[in-house]
């Protein structure tokens, strides 16, 4: 069934249970849906501008979409308010940005887009109550210790265990090395896992590390060359494996690459040869080019509207619209309800027997430590476009 359909099926469910609150029921908790009257505050946040926002544009775009398609679909019953804040995918300014939309009346927040951004806002949404739930900021530390906060992406420690299982099961022959951001959490995170998974049974793997300030990667990249790797595992966000792929050229180095979720949106990197990044495998939960028709559609509309292909940060953050919408409806809550209500009762909806399906999986389920059940997708970039393995 399309995504619209289901969209206009809830609609129709929506004023059903209305009329007949009307006709004498009480319309509380007791039903089931919330009782759609008034607008329900959703904020965002990540980088619209800065190194990456390519990431933050893509989640600010797919949620407004999401919220668009809901409006429409339901124009009697729950409205959406999308709300977004850019923090430049720094941490101090993303405490800013949560605390600018707390003022402007937010009541539930999706973001922030990136992990050390996202660890901080955790932190204040957990003090405030606010129930959040990040598109793709994937650190353990988002999650860990706040009941609060929820991830619509694969964690850390899943993306590496993943990596280096497929790397280990399809590349027995090759030389493995990586390349990571040992000043960034969501870099780290994953290299420590890859690197257990992996030399778990006597193999080993060559390493190099930068930081954020890093813009040559020569001396990196020689030590791969010298030590014969020939499959690079680059757990790091677009922007430096754009310099990594870009650099290693230039030295006569064309190893495989193997990136993570960060790596979406290379293709669309600012002065990169696209040419570059022909054979690179990833882990993604979406495809912009799959024969899925609620795919289909949904980048025909992305399209349409913003002129490009969309990422799976798009992805994700259209479906963590959607859930969020679903969920809502189960707490039996008015649109004007609190915060601080609105978290407790989204907590128990997605720690129960909720499921949510969207573009990036079918039939989401949450766990208490906020992470989600979802299985994760190797691709290949081959003639610009993402082939699912």
């Known amino acids: 069934m399309k995504l619209r359909k289901l969209v206009a099926l809830a609609a129709v469910m929506a004023m059903t249970m209305a009329l007949m609150a009307g006709c004498g029921g009480s319309g509380s908790s007791d039903s089931g849906d919330a009782d759609g009257a008034g607008v329900l505050k959703i904020g965002g946040i990540g980088p619209s501008t800065g190194p990456a926002a390519l990431y933050g544009l893509a989640v600010k775009n797919g ?20 709300m977004w804040q850019d923090d430049e995918h720094d941490a101090e300014k993303s405490v800013n940005a949560y605390n600018k939309l707390v003022d402007d009346g937010m009541q539930i927040l999706v973001g922030s887009v990136t992990t050390t951004p996202c ?7 957990f003090e405030n109550r606010t129930f959040a739930l990040t598109p ?3 650190g353990p530390a988002v999650t860990e210790d706040n009941d609060n906060v929820f991830q619509l992406c694969f964690s850390d420690p899943n993306q590496g265990i993943a990596s280096a299982d497929y790397i280990k099961e399809h590349f027995a022959d090759k030389t493995v090395g990586i390349i990571y951001n040992n000043a960034d959490n969501y870099s780290s ?6 690197k257990s998974e992996y030399e778990d049974g006597g193999k080993k793997v060559t390493e190099a590390t930068f930081t954020d300030e890093t813009t040559d990667f020569k ?21 430096p494996a754009a310099n990594i ?42 495809t ?3 024969e899925d028709e609620n795919i289909k559609e949904f980048v025909k509309k992305y399209e349409d509207a913003y002129g490009e ?41 997605f720690t129960g027997d909720f499921t949510a399906s969207g573009l990036t999986a079918e039939s989401m389920k949450w766990n208490e430590a906020g992470e989600v059940d979802k299985t994760p997708k190797v691709c290949i970039i081959q003639d610009g476009k993402y082939v699912e393995q």
Do not use: H
């Not at 809901?70 to 124009?75: D, G, H, L, R």
């Not at 499959?231 to 966000?237: G, H």
């Not at 230039?250 to 990136?259: K, R, S």
């Open 63 to 82: 949620g407004e979409l999401a919220v668009k398609e809901i409006n429409e679909a339901n124009p009697d019953g729950l409205q959406l308010e999308w």
């Open 119 to 125: 660890t901080a806002v955790a932190a204040e949404a």
């Open 136 to 138: 793709s900021a994937s």
């Open 189 to 194: 995170g994953i290299r420590d896992k890859f």
């Open 219 to 239: 001396a990196q990249l020689n030590t791969m060359k010298d030590a014969g790797v020939d499959l690079l595992f680059l757990p790091i966000y677009y922007a």
């Open 245 to 286: 792929m870009t650099q290693a050229a230039q030295i006569g180095y064309a190893p495989t690459y193997f990136g993570v979720d960060g790596m979406d949106g290379i293709l669309g990197a600012d002065g990169f040869d696209a040419s570059l990044a022909e054979g690179v495998l990833l882990l993604t939960p979406f």
């Open 288 to 290: 912009p080019y799959s």
């Open 309 to 349: 292909t969309p990422i799976q940060f798009a992805a994700d953050a259209y479906d963590c619209v959607y859930a969020i919408y679903d969920a809502y409806q189960k707490t039996g809550l008015d649109a004007d309800a609190s915060m601080e209500d609105i978290c407790e009762a989204m907590i128990k909806v």
